[in-house]
């Protein structure tokens, strides 16, 4: 459970207070010289220099990068602002003048005073303005992030019929807002870290204080200050490095990139950690059973919601199974299998050139590659893939006896229920285990297939997301939690949040929400 | 010992699955023809008997498994030389177990694959198991105990529909009178009841001790109404004649479901069910032998036993008998009678008057 | 750490190894399986047994590309030998493929075969064999060989092993006059030492040669047939005689077998028939041993529809109706008092009277034991009958009823 600490943690910490003993120049020549070499004179900084005030004229510059800031917030609360305020103001004390320009001037919400050169190249960075004043040693940062960012869309694999049809953006900030849009309360704290030696990149730990367990809480801040990587491009570097058990094939961390599915979530207790950059928010701890509940599931009709997420798990069994089973039954133990369908069979295969375990084992190779190329290529061409793929080599395929209809079937039955979860990561262990329990259907039959089980559920149990078990509430067995796994219970029965998650502040409704028909008699 | 918990009703599970185990499908008690039934009901009571002893002995040390209070009772030396026998014990049952497996996938539905492969796979996966720990063990056995429990349902349902079950076969009652009742009644106190004993080492793992008793008499008596249920409905199914002569009862009655013609040969349900609690009927003496011998060599892990053992078990499950009929043989006679009585009752009865007697001075 | 991880993939690879290295004993490919639909026993002259199997050529009986051909859906493969399992690896030389008999349907006995040498020494055979199940059902082939049977090419279903299958199934559900019995019925009677045993018989009508070809599927009125007939009556495992007609569904309704069936009873002696279905009946025996004599009650309830009418008879009147319950439950009353009796001259108990005795009184069942058979002969019975006619159809009044 615990990860081994890096050994390199130190040097780093090192290394950055070194850095961080810079500070910047009282000089505005020597700073934007510096600056300007730091950065290695990249064409997209921007430096802005002009004069404040008349008596005497005092030099300044605005720096920011082109592309990172909004450009109207920038000329119109930054650069005109200055201007217009500036022209008469006394420069006697060059400080004032920097108070000023704080106080007075700058009417961009967030600004911040540093002295810190990295902090301020940081800042910059980020899509900050930088104002500096000549003979000042502090700068001004104001808040002018900007530039192009993609618009709030719909979610494009979480896909609902009824429930809200935004997704999160690759800005944390637009991320961080729609969460909080949705929880109107003070409680919602957001802890930001940056991560990437290099990169940069912010991180934020979203929990609701109160309701979030501190234990797991303060697990995921040690696990995350522990790293130490040049970059995170997207959540799933997060993923990897802290997650519990990097060798399982089975996701223990939850994503999504549906904002009412992380607020849900965090009204359970968990914690969202989100990631500049990518639009998929992670969610800890995860079970096994979160990765088949959709929002959606909520919004509907408990019955409905109860009979998909039924249907999810026995796609699930099937995609991981199916296959197998074909083999095993048909090869192996013929016995069970009706009469008239094994002569069926035994018609079909009549002709065909490999042995039925071979034919499924090609087929299904077959599928994984239609369907990575369907998913790689242009969309125009991706359905003609499909088209020839799906159509034309099946079809053909068969008619020429190179394999038997009902294989063709079943790998088509096979590849139909895969897609069938509302979490594409959790497919992915059904896809990779499901060849391994081929082979043992191979070799061992029905026997093989039922070790394969075994061995699979002993792993399953023994996997845990940041301490709690994975496959709870079904083993360790807790009765409370069972209410919201296979089936969902009808909303107002759960007054409780689920008992792993958190201790404590375990009410999360009263008990009266049963909807009950007006009484008629008290009305008379 | 692990530092690991075991919650009740994970005990409960594991229990239930060891009951039921291999027993389900060899039907102990066909000795008493008719009646094998009352001597399976006779065993039963014998076993909540016995278990009051582990129990109590277990309240006397609730932090010592068997091996550890043997040498609090007897002495370092008489302690260690009696937890050595144990560990032969456990290894020569889990042994039998394996044997009792491979016998059945040998005979039912893998004519042709040698039992050694059939038994190598078996003990490969229970040692994985075993190597993740007793809480992955007990986990694993929850989920498996919904598994077994659908089979069970499902199996039952048919048998039960489809009309094959004839009452008149399980009658008269005590057709030839009490003897043969009160002789097999050993033979199925041993096999399952008896062999309980194995969890006066995993008790201490328990979460709430006291409530040990409860969960072990609940246990056992669910287990072992349903073997009960199980070899009376051999009996009505197959009729006594040939139930007894059945080498595997359950498989044969089974086997005649027939609805519709969709839903037959059900016989591999039976060889899933062997799977599963022959899997945790090994695990669990497995585990026990692991015990004894980390106890007795004072290991602080027995994980590096976990290999070794393997290999004695799968080799002793070959070179245990010959053929079906020594095996069976050696199992009803030999090992109940000079083996298995001694190391489940004399010792602890003996142990808990020694404690008793001691706790009173 | 890294002695922990070696171990985990040591375990790993061993696992990894016995799977891959050790190759699959028990697999086979459907296109392997020579599935045998049926199994006929005979004996020959040189007391050897002869064993037939139809096996089926799947190309020919399901759909596909191959498309149906105008070969026959199934071939019949004979051989002799010492035991069974000898035939069954001689026939192996000739056909292709892997006999499996976990798909055959029907298992027929020639009649020379179960009067001479009994059941018992084949069915240690059946019972023992591993592939083999036990729901398979087995016929008597009546006056002649089961390779006969076997040989014959049946129109509307291709595989004649199912057919017949479907007959027995059909006509123990519509005239209740067959008994559905499958290997485990027969191991289960053949073991009790009390019991006799009754089986369904099968018989050839027509011309065996010409229903061996195909083209017999070509005929609008086939030349042969095979024909579900008579009940074959069993003592220690041996053949001893044959019950038809009304004596064998006699049989049928005492042992509670009669799920359906069609009833005709004549109105009076000289005047026109009736007919009606019975839909639902229940036996229950009460035996018990009076004075050290044996004595069984048997206690018949069936309840039906009135199909069929040809008499002028009133039937919206309610005492007419009580008047048809009891002409059919005298019907019914008189072909179980035929075959008890037949059973009785026999000294047959094919019931299982015995084992009802034993359980009413096991004391007294040990004094009789040893000589039941002529316990058997001259024990008491009474037969209950209560027949309802609950409803008359469509129609109430029948037709050749003249109204006023």
């Known amino acids: 459970m615990k990860r081994p600490k890096k050994l390199t943690d130190k040097k780093s910490v090192q290394n950055s207070t070194e850095k961080r003993d810079r500070n910047l120049d009282q000089n505005l020549t020597n700073n934007l010289n510096k600056i300007k070499k730091e950065l290695g004179n990249s064409t997209d900084l921007v430096i802005r220099e002009f004069t404040i005030g008349n008596n005497p004229a005092l030099n300044a510059a605005i720096i920011y990068m082109n592309g990172l800031v909004d450009e109207q917030t920038v000329s119109e609360f930054v650069l005109e602002s200055i201007k217009i305020e500036t022209p008469e103001v006394e420069t006697a004390t060059k400080k004032g003048i920097f108070d000023f320009i704080k106080t007075h001037v700058l009417s961009v919400g967030k600004i911040n005073v540093i002295q810190d050169w990295d902090k301020m190249i940081l800042s910059l960075l980020s899509g900050h303005t930088i104002v500096v004043v000549d003979g000042c040693a502090d700068i001004v940062t104001a808040y002018t992030k900007g530039g192009e960012s993609r618009k709030i869309s719909e979610p494009t694999s979480q896909l609902v019929i009824r429930g809200p049809k935004e997704a999160f953006t690759e800005s944390i900030g637009t991320n961080a807002a729609l969460i909080r849009k949705r929880i109107k309360s003070p409680n919602l704290w957001l802890e930001t870290i940056q991560i990437g030696s290099v990169t940069q990149t912010d991180v934020a730990i979203m929990y609701i204080k109160g309701i979030a367990n501190e234990k797991v809480l303060q697990e995921a801040r040690d696990r995350l200050k522990g790293i130490d990587i040049d970059g995170i491009l997207e959540s799933g570097y997060i993923e990897q490095l802290i997650q519990d058990h990097p060798y399982s094939p089975f996701p223990t961390i939850y994503n999504t990139e549906r904002p009412d599915g992380v607020v849900g979530n965090l009204l359970e207790g968990r914690i969202a950690i989100l990631v500049d950059g990518t639009p998929y928010v992670l969610v800890i701890p995860a079970l096994f059973i979160q990765f088949f509940q959709s929002p959606a599931d909520y919004y509907q009709h408990f019955l409905m919601g109860s009979t998909l997420r039924l249907l999810r798990m026995l796609c699930y069994t099937l995609t991981l199974l199916t296959p197998s089973l074909y083999i095993a039954l048909t090869t192996f133990h013929p016995q069970m299998v009706p009469t008239r369908l094994l002569i069926s069979f035994a018609a079909q295969n009549e002709g065909v050139p490999f042995p039925l375990f071979i034919e499924v084992m090609l087929m299904e190779i077959t599928f994984e590659i239609l369907r990575e190329a369907g998913l790689r290529m242009p969309r125009a061409v991706g359905q003609a893939v499909s088209i020839v793929g799906g159509l034309v080599l099946g079809q053909a395929a068969v008619q020429a006896g190179l394999v038997s209809a009902a294989t063709v079937i079943v790998v088509a039955f096979t590849g139909i229920a895969s897609f069938a979860f509302p979490s594409y990561n959790i497919g992915i262990p059904a896809r990779l285990l499901r060849f391994i329990i081929m082979l043992l259907a191979g070799s061992f039959g029905l026997y093989g297939v039922a070790m394969a089980l075994f061995i699979l559920i002993a792993h399953l149990t023994s996997l845990r997301s940041f301490g709690i078990p994975y496959l709870s509430p079904f083993a360790p067995f807790i009765w409370a939690d069972i209410k919201d796994t296979l089936v969902r219970q009808p909303l107002w029965s759960m007054v409780l949040r689920p008992r792993l998650v958190n201790q404590e502040n375990m009410r999360q409704q009263g008990k009266d929400n049963k909807p009950t028909p007006p009484d008629e008699s008290k009305n008379n | ?361 | 750490m890294i002695p922990k991880m070696s171990h985990k993939f040591l375990l790993i690879w061993v696992l990894l190894g016995t799977v891959l290295l050790s190759g699959c004993w028990d697999h086979k490919e459907t296109g392997d399986l020579a599935l045998v639909m049926g199994m006929g026993i005979d004996k020959t002259e040189d007391d050897l047994y002869q064993v037939s199997f139809q096996i089926v050529n799947p190309g020919r009986v399901a759909g596909g590309k191959t498309g149906q051909g105008q070969g026959a859906a199934v071939t019949t493969y004979s051989e002799t030998g010492k035991t069974i399992l000898e035939t069954i690896r001689k026939v192996t030389q000739k056909a292709p493929r892997l006999l499996t008999f976990s798909h055959t349907g029907v298992l027929i006995i020639g009649e020379d075969l179960a009067a001479e040498e009994g059941l018992k020494k084949i069915f240690d055979f059946i019972e023992r064999y591993h592939d083999f199940r036990s729901t398979t059902l087995v016929l008597i082939a009546k006056g002649g060989e089961a390779k006969s049977i076997l040989s014959i090419l049946s129109p509307l279903e291709r595989i004649p092993a199912i057919k017949i299958q479907e007959i027995i199934e059909k006509s123990e559900q519509a005239w209740g006059e067959s008994p559905e019995r499958n290997i485990n019925d027969v191991a289960q009677m053949l073991s009790g030492k009390s019991k006799g045993l009754s089986l369904g018989g099968i018989e050839l009508v027509g011309d065996l040669a010409k229903g061996q070809s195909s083209a017999v599927n070509m005929q609008a009125t086939p030349d042969s047939l095979v024909k579900v007939n008579g009940l074959a009556l069993f003592k220690d495992g041996k053949l001893r005689g044959w019950f038809e007609g009304e004596k064998a569904r006699g049989v049928a309704w005492v042992q509670n077998n009669v799920n359906r069936a069609i009833l005709s009873a004549n109105c009076n002696p000289d005047e026109g028939a009736m007919a009606a279905e019975i839909l639902r009946t229940h036996t229950r025996w009460q035996p018990k041993v009076v004075k050290g004599k044996p004595k069984i009650t048997l206690n018949i309830r069936a309840e039906g529809q009135l199909a069929d009418i040809a008499c002028a008879i009133d039937l919206s009147n309610p005492d007419n109706m009580s008047w048809l319950d009891k002409r059919f439950a005298a019907e019914i009353k008189q072909e179980v008092t035929k075959a008890v009796e037949a059973a009785q001259e026999q000294n047959n108990d094919i019931f299982g009277f015995g084992e009802a005795i034993n359980r009413a009184d096991p004391k007294a069942w040990k004094k009789m034991k040893k000589n039941w058979s002529e316990s058997f002969a001259d024990m008491d019975f009474q037969v209950n009958v209560k027949v309802f006619i609950r409803g008359t159809g469509l129609r109430k009044e029948p037709l050749i009823l003249k109204k006023k």
């Open chain 2, 1 to 361: 010992m692990e530092k690991a918990k075991v919650t009740g009703w994970q005990l409960f599970v594991l229990m239930f699955l060891f009951e039921l185990g291999t027993a389900i499908v060899v039907s102990p008690g066909l000795g008493a023809k008719k009646d094998a039934w009352l001597a399976v009901l006779l065993g039963l009571i014998a076993g909540l008997i016995l278990y009051l002893v582990y129990n109590k002995l277990f309240q006397l040390y609730p932090d010592l498994p068997l091996t550890g209070y043997m040498k609090k009772i007897l002495g370092k030396y008489a302690g260690a030389l009696l937890g050595m026998v144990y560990l032969f014990y456990f290894l020569y049952i889990a042994a039998r177990d394996l044997r009792d497996f491979g016998e059945l996938l040998t005979t039912s539905t893998y004519i042709y694959t040698p039992m050694l492969v059939i038994n190598a796979i078996m003990i490969l996966a229970v040692a994985y198991v075993l190597h993740k720990g007793i809480e992955v063990l007990a986990r694993t056995g929850e989920v498996f105990f919904f598994a077994l429990l659908i089979i069970g349902v499902v199996g039952t349902t048919m048998v039960l529909v489809s009309g094959m079950i004839n009452i008149n076969q399980l009658r008269p009652v005590l057709e030839h009178g009490w003897k043969p009742v009160l002789e097999t009644a050993p033979l199925t106190y041993t096999f399952p009841f008896g062999e309980m004993i194995v969890f006066t080492l995993l008790l201490p793992y328990l979460d709430h001790p006291r409530l040990s008793l409860r969960i072990g008499w609940t246990s056992m008596s669910i287990s072992g109404l349903l073997l009960i249920w199980v070899v009376g409905m051999n009996i009505a199914v197959l009729g006594v004649h040939v139930a007894t002569r059945s080498t595997f009862p359950l498989l044969s009655s089974i086997g005649l479901i027939n609805m519709s013609g969709f839903f037959q040969r059900l016989d591999i349900a039976v060889v899933m069910t062997l799977i599963i609690g022959g899997f945790f009927k090994i695990a669990v003496f497995f585990y026990g032998a692991l015990m004894c011998a980390s106890e007795l060599f004072r290991l602080p892990s027995y994980k590096g036993l976990i290999f070794p053992f393997c290999v004695v078990i799968l080799l002793s499950s070959m070179f245990i008998a010959d053929s079906y009929a020594h095996h069976i043989k050696e199992g009803l006679v030999v090992a109940t009678y000079y083996v298995s009585l001694p190391l489940q009752m004399g010792v602890p009865l003996v142990l808990l008057i020694i404690a008793l007697i001691r706790r009173q001075s």
